[in-house]
């Protein structure tokens, strides 16, 4: 994986999901806990955030931004750590795991990083949940499906927003047909104070900078044009 370190404590992760899109995790290195933002395509993307945070004796919190997949193949590396998710996701991994989640792992067996193995979430919530000796926040923003969350470092300003959309060539593109829960995501988003936003996918061979809060005023074009069709 290609490692980023976008602020003083936040570091991105890339790695390739499948021919279209490369998946970001990240690492927030707390005061008291360090968080892993999704747990990606398998055991080693996991072993390498892992190495990178090395023994510095602080308890991992690991975070499933939504059920797919390739946000959750990793967790039973982690399964004696907290696993936070919102109470839909982990009632979908444990719904689907047999049947769309395992599918899911043959049609990406060809990107899968290590093993995967089923592991559910340990830790739900339902509006949000907040560390705030560390600084974080982690709440519902249900857009690209019902379940998904976004995590707010309020330390480094950071924002990860999952899949409720992504950045490219300078637009946003709406990773959901919802269009009044694509509102209620915006008007969220702008209730915090971010400087930099991570979205979880971008196109491989894609350099773009990680963008800004001038993402709110892409998002609005977009659900715009979305809203005149």
């Keep these: 994986m ?19 899109y490369d998946l970001i995790l990240g690492v927030i290195l707390g005061r008291r806990h360090n968080f892993i933002i999704d747990t990606g395509m398998g055991s080693n993307n ?8 090395g023994a510095d004796g602080k308890p991992i919190i690991a975070i499933n931004t939504h059920a797919h997949g390739d ?18 996701c982990r009632e979908i991994i444990d719904r689907e795991w047999d049947g769309k989640i395992k599918k899911e792992i043959d049609e990406t067996k060809d990107f899968i990083d290590g ?8 830790l739900t919530f339902e509006g949000s949940i907040s560390f705030p000796e560390d600084g974080i926040t982690i709440f519902l923003s249900p857009f690209h499906t019902v379940d998904c969350i976004s995590v707010y470092d309020a330390v480094d300003k950071v924002l990860y927003t999952g899949d409720n959309f992504g950045v490219i060539d300078g637009k946003a593109a ?11 995501m915006i008007d969220t ?3 915090y104070d971010f400087d930099i936003c991570v979205p979880a996918h971008v196109l491989p061979g894609s350099d773009q900078p990680q963008p800004g809060r001038e993402v709110l005023g892409l998002l609005e074009a977009a659900l715009l044009e979305a809203e005149r069709k």
């Design 2 to 20: 290609k490692k980023t370190k976008i602020s003083n404590r936040n570091t991105i992760f890339r790695t390739a999901e499948n021919a279209s």
């Design 46 to 53: 996991v072993a390498e955030m892992l190495d990178y945070i």
């Design 71 to 88: 946000h959750i193949f990793g967790n039973w590396v982690l399964e004696n750590q907290t696993i936070v998710s919102h109470r839909l």
């Design 115 to 122: 093993e995967v193995r089923k592991c559910l979430p340990n």
């Design 174 to 184: 709406l990773w959901g047909e919802d269009l009044p829960a694509c509102r209620n």
């Design 189 to 191: 988003y702008r209730q």
